[in-house]
């Protein structure tokens, strides 16, 4: 029978001196992990209480929260996270998927193009921004330069700096890094399924499109999932690109919260609105990893 | 058996590795103190002035045996860099370059330090008259009347670029109000196939840059006598709806544009008309950078209901209180806003704040648009004094700029405009009051 | 397979390859062209005649040289304090029931603080690091990387030692050794491929990081890449040809980086949830 | 140096892994704890190792309790079932560890890793990675490893079950020859009966954590304390057939067997009563004979040295094994006769055993 990983028992660890073994071990883990990301929070609950101002800080009560309640720029760059969070989801996930099945297949030289399409995800975000600001520059981007080539008028086509196109245009570039992330998981996801129930349905004589629908997708499912999930915490932090690219314009089509936050509390020096802004994404995030845990922890029981 | 000594081995390399690193971390600490003793640390701006001050700093290096290390920051870390400075007890720079709307927040915040002292272990009672007034004043806390807490450096003040050559092709006059802007940039904009007028739109300082002008020309103003804003009066909604008609024959996309791309279409000959800093006309005068050479007029800024402002945009050399090295700073602070000095900053393109740089032959033959520069800095006005400045600039340029995206009409935009402009001095207040 | 799918299969490559790859291109031939041709419109396919005279402005400037050994130095050094401390834990959250179900509270909090948002911490970070004064120090940004570092450590490691069986543990403790002994001598070196790993992995996270990169630095002495490349966004003009050739640096050691990767990357991006 | 558990309880949670086992491995003695798996017989061999914690009782290794000592301080070697080489050492380094960690001088350990090495013929092979042995090889040099140290007790998991047949076979009598040369007093465990007969001074039958019943080979085979062990060893297995005794036979349904006097006097103070008979013991007869059980054959499975007939009676089966080249067809009507003195008798309800045959 498969044994469960049984820790080591204390005991064997029980002479004299060996009791606190395992305490030995965690105790400097602990006292960093503590002091660098939980105590950070308590600080965070606190200054959430309070208005900072270059001068001094003085007791808000839950002023802050108010504000936020009734700001309308929050709402909306919430509103555009999640926006831009759902689009790049699902453009990532098709592309990835169609681009996993392609490599699974039998193409020369497949690990070779894995590697290379590997690259814009190991890329500093920044250069990223970077890279597609240069591209989207409406005169001497490259973009506009390919499309007058096919005949196109690119004389109104600006893309970062047209309000109503700006956020699709930072969804392309996470895109473009991201994507190759969700495509590795899922072909990681497809070489782990066994060669036998594709026989198996060969022999049944199913199409391409059944086999894809009743084995595939099913099998493949843990992977999408975990990719999804994880996909969808990374979107939810974006900053670095929207920096670069836009920093949160024109107007405000593109402003991120992380943005909205950094801006709140470094540019206008508002230190408590932006503890209490980080605190409400706090909250989001943490419902979110504990639904994201248990369903990872499901599969494993039942695997 | 070997390979149990030769692991052994492997620890010593990990060691060797740790301590190589615990020294490389360790070490900026004192790296900077020894040559610390004899250099100053100037903060600017990423750009032109920052090409010219390090070209200042070697010379000055050359002469006096004193390094200025120079660090440049794009406009809007600048400001978040030198807020987290003021805002800290100990400071990390010796020398700040501050944008003269920020000069209130930083004076406010107790982060500058008063130059009268320095000026006295100098013998000196304050500085000279040759600079000019307007550029004084911004120096001063309260403005105009207050403690100097810094000097001028770059007289920057916005200028009107127009080309004169279609302007006397199609037999007009040089623009005297906006409306004559409008219909010059139409007429010359249809015949010639051109935008008619192009300007900064991105969100921010450069859209609120570009649009005080109209506003005063309008008769328009951001805070009234007392401090309160009057965002949304009927000459501000006039000036925006003008601004927008200026943006139907502006080139596209002309609501992220910054000076970068103002300057690019008029030195490319793409467009008519154009507010823009003093600092660019090197460039449209130079004919390898410029499809214009020699056809650029340059103007004061239009007027309509009132005379025509130009916004000014002084750049300010201070020391910051935090520093450890004030006198170190004020001896390079002196130096390099000395006639001789700014003089050779002038030939590398930063406008001087001295009147007589600006009468200066050799420099006007350099720079025939002296006398215009001279007059509009004159006739400048500052931006709103407030200490909250940075805010309500942010807030502002975010509406002026949907505004010109059309995401809200003029009315619309302004009215939400002055609703947040109006939360955020009351926070302010209220912060200040405890 | 007919000769149409194969063909389909092949173009459908050629898409992907056109969509992912070309901007890499765009980024290194942009780094070559010569000033001059940075503003040709419409932009030039190919830079002639090439030159490095970027890579030289931003050498002689001596910014990217210092900003680069930053960028190195605090990756270098917050991999390491993660990997000495996480290991450790690891080994202990892997190998020792602890009371009270503290290995699930303390497995479950790592997990979750890769799902904050860096923005969450950065603000008290900088306050507190400020407090001691560890602002504009590469010791503040290695403590603050660290922040992100550890708990990814932790969790790749505690996975690498539950793969290892028990017995030989169990078989060096009845040998007599110590239970640091067993550890040093049989734990560690069976899991030295997923240390290298887990290693190159927070290096990529560490030299890519921006956001507390742009909060926790002020000069030159701590200054890193990432932030050094943003800073040529400035008001007058976009330095491109800067800009560009500091991204090819930055991109560089990446490549090979993710050479050696390649075998435990999917681990590495999932947080051990699929063996990749 | 023996080995003695009084009153060992282990418990996981609710559970009872070792249900207060008492037994004594003598000094130099080969001591195998038998039983199926999931009785506890690992449980009890880690629990004397210090690899887990005990519940309640007393483990002495000589005369010392060692219940609060690490592993490490206890003095016994362990072979582990999949013998837990270390695969980033060469053989010689896995066979020197006990030593290295006992900080031994290299000169001393070379000699000693010498010496055990040609005592196991592992000499060729000492540069070797365990990847590269067959699994003969990496299970001596699981024994050297236990041999070098000259530990006070061997302790060993099934070291044998990952051989193929013949190779465990061989490597059976290599490991009992080793232990009487050495004369280190060995907790041997398995779940192989034939093992357990052929290595043990002693055995000591398991299940579900209580010792079933402590003796020598031939004790256990000849007198079975009760139906579990009477089952648990030969193959194959005992027959049992449920019934009650009428004067002097056992009636059942396929039928009535003779009893000796002893045996009915034994089974007279029981109730219902279970005959057990060991395949060897019984013969095929006519259909019709007296004194024999009615069954039909099922199936016959041919072993060479000798034929085994698998019978069914009602619902039961049962197994008879006849010398080579059995006549007998499926489907065909048989009798099975038992000799009286071949018979084990057992009390239905506990299983204990009344009376023991020969057989």
Redo the contacts between chains.
């Keep these: 029978m498969e044994r469960r990983p049984v820790p080591l028992a204390p005991t064997a660890f029980g002479h004299r001196g060996h009791a606190l073994f395992p305490y030995f071990f965690l105790a400097p883990c602990l006292l960093l992990l503590l002091a660098l990301t939980v105590y950070p929070l308590f600080y965070l609950a606190r200054l959430s209480l309070y208005r900072m101002t270059p001068e001094g800080e003085a007791f808000a009560g839950l002023a802050n929260f108010a504000r936020l309640v009734t700001d309308g720029f929050f709402w909306r760059a919430l509103g555009q996270t999640l926006v831009f969070t759902f689009s790049a989801l699902t453009l990532e996930f098709l592309l990835g998927l169609a681009l996993a099945l392609l490599l699974h297949s039998q193409i020369r030289g497949r690990s070779l193009w894995r590697a290379l399409f590997l690259l814009p995800m190991i890329l500093p975000p920044v250069v990223a921004g970077v890279i597609w600001r240069l591209i989207y520059n409406p005169n001497l981007g490259v973009l506009n330069a390919a499309l007058q080539g096919l005949g196109f008028d690119t004389s109104r086509l600006t893309w970062l700096a047209d309000p109503s196109v700006a956020l699709a245009a930072v969804v392309v570039v996470d895109v473009w890094e991201w994507t190759p992330f969700v495509f590795l998981i899922l072909l990681a996801g497809l070489q782990a399924i066994p060669e036998e129930p594709y026989e198996a349905a060969r022999i049944d004589g199913s199409g391409p499109w059944q086999t894809f629908r009743h084995i595939t997708l099913p099998l493949l499912a843990p992977a999408i999932l975990v990719a999804l999930l994880l996909r969808t915490f990374d979107l939810l932090r974006l900053f670095d690109q929207v920096f670069i690219l836009t920093q949160g314009g024109p107007g405000f089509a593109t402003e991120t919260i992380s943005l909205y936050i950094y801006k709140t509390a470094f540019r206008f020096y508002d230190f408590g609105y932006a503890a209490a802004l980080s605190f409400v994404l706090l909250g989001a995030t943490l419902a979110l990893s504990h639904f994201y845990i248990r369903l990872l922890q499901r599969p494993e029981r039942t695997a | 058996m070997e390979a149990l000594t030769q692991r052994r081995g492997g620890w010593l390399v990990a060691a060797l590795v740790v301590a190589l690193l615990l020294a490389a971390l360790l070490a900026p600490g004192c790296g900077r103190d020894e040559a610390a003793a004899r250099s100053v640390l100037l903060a600017v701006n990423a750009g032109v002035e920052a090409e010219g001050l390090k070209q200042a700093a070697r010379d000055y290096e050359r002469q006096f045996g004193v390094r200025v290390e120079i660090v440049e920051y794009p406009y809007p870390s600048l400001f978040e860099k030198l807020l987290i400075a003021f805002s800290g007890t100990t400071t990390t720079y010796d020398l700040v370059m501050l944008d003269d709307p920020w000069f209130p927040r930083f004076a406010q915040m107790n982060g500058l330090r008063d130059l009268a002292p320095l000026y006295q272990t100098k013998k000196l009672d304050g500085p000279d008259a040759d600079f000019l007034p307007p550029s004084l004043a911004l120096c001063r806390h309260p403005y105009a009347t207050g403690r100097l807490l810094a000097l001028p450096y770059v007289g920057n003040s916005q200028l009107f670029f127009y080309r004169k050559d279609l302007f006397e092709k199609h037999g007009l006059d040089p623009p005297h109000t906006w409306d004559d802007v409008l219909t010059a940039g139409l007429r010359i904009g249809a015949a010639e196939k051109m935008h008619g007028y192009v300007m900064r739109g991105a969100q921010g300082n450069p859209i609120v840059a570009d649009f005080m002008p109209l506003l005063w020309a309008f008769g328009g103003e951001l805070l009234d006598a007392d401090g309160r804003p009057r965002v949304d009066s009927p000459e501000a909604v006039a000036a925006l709806e003008l601004m927008l008609r200026l943006g139907k024959i502006a080139p596209p996309g002309y609501v992220n544009f910054n000076a970068d791309e103002v300057g690019a279409h008029l030195a490319q000959g793409t467009a008519v008309m154009g507010i823009n800093w003093p600092a660019w006309i090197p460039t449209f005068e130079d004919p390898v950078r410029s499809k214009v050479a020699g056809r650029i007029g340059y103007a004061v800024m239009p007027s309509q209901k009132n005379a025509g402002a130009s916004a000014i945009g002084n750049w300010l050399l201070a020391i910051p209180r935090g520093s450890d090295k004030a006198s170190l700073a004020f001896d390079f602070l002196l130096w390099v806003t000395s006639p001789e000095a700014m003089r050779l900053s002038a030939v590398r393109g930063n406008p001087p704040t001295r009147s007589s740089l600006f009468e200066d032959a050799e420099l006007r033959q350099r720079f025939p648009a002296y006398p215009v520069q001279q007059q509009a800095l004159l006739g400048s006005r500052p931006r709103p004094r407030s200490p909250v400045w940075n805010e309500i600039e942010n807030t502002f340029g975010t509406y002026l700029s949907q505004a010109n995206a059309g995401v809200y009409p003029p009315r619309e935009a302004l009215a939400r405009a002055q609703r947040d402009i109006v939360a955020i001095l009351e926070r302010w207040n209220a912060a200040q009051s405890r | 397979?007919t000769r149409t799918r194969l063909s389909l299969?092949?173009a459908?490559?050629g898409a992907?390859?056109l969509?992912?790859?070309f901007?890499?291109y765009?980024?290194g031939v942009?780094a070559l062209k010569p000033p001059?041709q940075?503003?040709?419109?419409?932009?030039t396919w190919w830079p002639d005649p090439p030159t490095l005279a970027h890579f030289r402005d931003l050498l002689a400037g001596a910014a990217l040289g210092r900003l680069a050994w930053n960028s190195a130095?605090v990756a270098?050094?917050s991999t390491?304090?993660a990997l000495v401390?996480?290991t450790?834990?690891?080994?202990?959250?892997?190998?020792?029931?602890?009371p009270l179900r503290l290995?699930h509270h303390?497995s479950?909090?790592?997990?979750?603080?890769?799902?904050?948002?860096?923005?969450?911490?950065?603000?008290?970070?900088?306050?507190?690091l400020?407090q001691f004064?560890l602002?504009?120090?590469?010791?503040g940004l290695?403590?603050?990387y660290?922040?992100f570092n550890?708990?990814f450590v932790?969790w790749m490691m505690k996975g690498f030692f539950?793969d290892l069986?028990?017995?030989?543990?169990?078989?060096?403790?009845?040998?007599?050794?110590?239970?640091?002994?067993a550890?040093r001598r049989?734990a560690l070196?069976?899991v030295r491929p997923g240390l290298a790993a887990t290693a190159l992995f927070c290096l990529?996270l560490s030299?890519?990081e921006?956001?507390f990169a742009?909060?926790l630095t002020?000069?030159?002495?701590?200054?890193t890449?990432?932030v050094g490349?943003?800073?040529?966004?400035?008001?007058?003009?976009?330095r491109?040809g800067a800009?560009?050739a500091a991204?090819v640096v930055?991109?560089v050691p990446?490549?090979f980086?993710?050479?050696l990767v390649?075998r435990h990357?999917?681990r590495g991006?999932?947080?051990g949830?699929?063996?990749? | 140096m023996n080995i003695r558990l009084e009153n060992v309880v282990k418990r996981y949670g609710w559970t009872t892994a070792v249900d207060h086992l008492t037994l004594e491995a003598r000094d130099g003695e080969m001591l195998v704890l038998l039983g199926p798996s999931g009785c506890g017989k690992s449980t009890t061999l880690r629990l004397v190792a210090g690899l887990e914690e005990l519940s309640d009782g007393t483990i002495y290794v000589g005369d010392a309790a060692v219940n609060h000592l690490p592993p490490q301080a206890r003095d016994v070697a362990m072979v582990f079932q999949n013998y837990a080489l270390y695969p980033h050492m060469t053989v010689a380094e896995n066979i020197a560890y006990p030593l290295c960690v006992r900080k031994k001088p290299p000169a001393e350990i070379a000699i000693e890793v010498r010496r055990v090495a040609a005592m196991l013929g592992l000499e060729p092979l000492l540069e070797r990675r365990p990847r590269a042995l067959s699994g003969g090889e990496r299970q001596r040099v699981a024994l050297a490893r236990a041999i070098v140290r000259h530990p006070a007790a061997f302790l060993m998991d099934e070291p044998l079950s990952n051989l193929d047949a013949n190779l465990r076979l061989q490597m059976r009598g290599e490991l009992k020859r080793l232990q009487q040369q050495l004369g280190t007093t060995t907790l041997y465990v398995t779940h192989d009966h034939a093992e357990a007969m052929t290595l043990g001074h002693r055995i000591a039958v398991l299940r579900d954590g209580c010792l079933q019943q402590l003796g020598t080979p031939m004790d256990l085979y000849r007198r079975p304390a009760n139906r579990f062990v009477a089952g648990f060893l030969g193959s194959p297995p005992m027959n049992f057939v449920a019934g009650e005794v009428v004067d002097a036979a056992f009636h059942c349904r396929p039928g009535k067997l003779p009893l000796t006097p002893s045996q009915r006097e034994a089974a007279a103070a029981a109730g219902a009563v279970v005959l057990g008979f060991r395949p060897q013991a019984a013969a095929l007869t006519a259909p019709d004979a007296p004194g024999a059980l009615r069954a039909v054959v099922y199936v016959t499975e041919e072993m060479g040295s000798e034929s085994v007939v698998v019978l069914s009676c009602g619902e039961e089966k049962h197994t008879v094994v006849t010398p080579p080249g059995a006549r007998a067809v499926c489907g065909e009507a048989v009798g099975v006769r038992v000799a009286p003195a071949d018979v084990h008798l057992f009390d239905a309800a506990s299983g204990k055993t009344l009376i023991s045959g020969e057989g």
């Design positions: 397979m299969r092949y459908a490559l992907f390859a969509f992912f790859l901007p890499l765009w980024l942009t001059a940075l503003f040709a419109q419409p932009p130095v270098l050094g390491l304090l401390v996480g450790l834990g690891a080994y202990s959250l892997s190998r020792f029931s602890l290995n303390v479950f909090w790592i997990l979750s603080t890769r799902a904050f948002p860096p923005i969450i911490s950065i603000v008290p970070l900088f306050l507190i400020r004064g602002v504009d120090t590469r010791l290695v403590l603050a660290a922040a550890l708990p932790v539950d069986p028990r017995e030989l543990e169990e078989s060096a403790l009845v040998d007599g050794d110590t239970p640091f002994g550890f049989i070196p069976l990529i030299w890519n921006f956001l742009l909060v002020q000069t030159e002495a701590a200054l890449l990432p490349i943003a800073n040529q966004v400035t008001q007058y003009e976009i491109w800009m560009s991204g930055a991109m990446l490549f980086v993710a050479l390649q990357l999917v991006l999932t947080y949830a699929v063996k990749g």
